[in-house]
């Protein structure tokens, strides 16, 4: 059975850091690629950070680039996503991806990052 379990969200100031981690099980974690969306109240799920499975290479959405770090450690089946520099633009329910370009796409449940002073 499939899962990917996000965690690490939670209420931060302006300014702030979180590190976001999500846990995968039930797939063969190091061939898929790992991508964090993001959704706001009342908008649209958006795209944030991906990283290839092969290379390691990562790709930003440019609304976060340079303030988001996305990582993996195959050996823990895990994908994080390092934030800093939070606004409240950021507050949003993050979302965890595995995709394939075969079609795998793979969802978690979401964290809830709320950046507010």
């Known amino acids: 059975q499939v899962q990917l379990v996000e965690s690490g969200g939670g209420l931060v100031q302006p300014g702030g850091s979180l590190r976001l981690s999500c846990a995968a099980s039930g797939f063969t974690f190091s061939t898929l690629g790992m991508s964090w969306y993001r959704q706001a109240p009342g908008k649209e799920r958006k795209w944030v950070a991906r990283?290839?499975?092969?290379?390691?290479?990562?790709v930003y959405a440019d609304s976060v680039k340079g303030r988001f770090t996305i990582s993996r450690d195959n050996a823990k089946n895990t994908v994080y996503l390092q934030m800093n520099s939070l606004t409240p633009e950021d507050t949003a329910v993050y979302y965890c991806n595995a995709y394939s370009l075969s079609g795998v796409n793979y969802w978690g449940q979401g964290t809830q990052v709320t950046v507010s002073s």
């Open positions: 990283i290839i499975p092969t290379s390691g290479n990562t």
